[in-house]
Nanobody
Framework: QVQLVESGGGLVQAGDSLSLSCVAS????????MGWYHQAPGKERDAVAW???????EYADSVKGRFKISRNNSNNTLFLHIDNIKPEDTGTYFC????????????WGQGTQVTVSL
């Protein structure tokens, strides 16, 4: 069974840093491109970062310089590190599996909630 399980969300203060994790199972993680989506309250899900099987990353313009996506193929884990977190980063973060960079996801995790306070 293909599964993505996110963790690391919570309540943080603006300006803090936060790292999210996603553990993958049920498929050969190292062969797949992966990504993160963000869904702010009352809004649609937006892609924020992608990483290919080789570790090359791409970012949405809105998060460049603050978000860093990475992966550890040895333990099937995807990461998203956020620096200088802002109130607009509040929302649910989803780990996704994608066939190609910036392509629509084929598999979604259940999400992890992040709330940023002033």
């Amino acid at each position: 069974q293909v599964q993505l399980v996110e963790s690391g969300g919570g309540l943080v203060q603006a300006g803090d840093s936060l790292s999210l994790s996603c553990v993958a199972s049920g498929f050969t993680f190292r062969q797949w491109n992966m990504g993160w989506y963000h869904q702010a309250p009352g809004k649609e899900r937006d892609a924020v970062a992608w990483i290919n099987a080789n570790g090359n990353a791409e970012y949405a313009d809105s998060v460049k310089g603050r978000f860093k996506i990475s992966r550890n193929n040895s333990n099937n884990t995807l990461f998203l590190h956020i620096d200088n977190i802002k109130p607009e980063d509040t929302g649910t973060y989803f780990c996704v599996r994608i066939a190609h960079m910036q392509a629509p996801p084929t598999i979604w995790g259940q999400g992890t909630q992040v709330t940023v306070s002033l």
